[in-house]
């Protein structure tokens, strides 16, 4: 089992930042992906960012609508996983949740969301 808890979501205004921390612990050493996906209102749940784990070198991936404006990265040693948001739009305004992914045996683990509102 992997437990994930988020921290670091608020209220900014457009154009602030907000850094996004996701801790994990337990079976850490069998998850090969973590991610930040997010959730409007109305809307479905949807992949923001996503970094390899385990490898030596971590490769990252991006939706278009976050790309040159957020970074993921991670730090092994503290089981950490972070959400730099620079430029913040109100269309950034959502729940943002961690994900850990595993391929063998699959599994799916997620966080319970920490909220982010951008306000004009």
């Known amino acids: 089992q992997v437990q994930l808890q988020e921290s670091g979501g608020g209220l900014v205004q457009a154009g602030g930042s907000l850094r996004l921390s996701c801790a994990a612990s337990?079976?850490?050493?069998?998850?090969?992906?973590m991610a930040w996906y997010r959730q409007a209102p109305g809307k479905q749940r949807e992949l923001v960012a996503a970094?390899?784990?385990?490898?030596?070198?971590?490769?990252?991936v991006y939706a278009d609508s976050v790309k040159g404006r957020f970074t993921i990265s991670s730090d092994n040693a503290k089981n950490t996983v972070y959400l730099q948001m620079n430029s913040l739009k109100p269309e950034d305004t959502a729940v943002y949740y961690c994900n850990a992914g595993r391929s063998s045996p699959p599994g799916d683990y997620w966080g319970t969301g920490t909220l982010v509102t951008v306000s004009l």
């Open positions: 970094i390899t784990r385990g490898g030596s070198t971590n490769y990252a």
């Open positions: 337990g079976s850490i050493f069998t998850i090969n992906t």
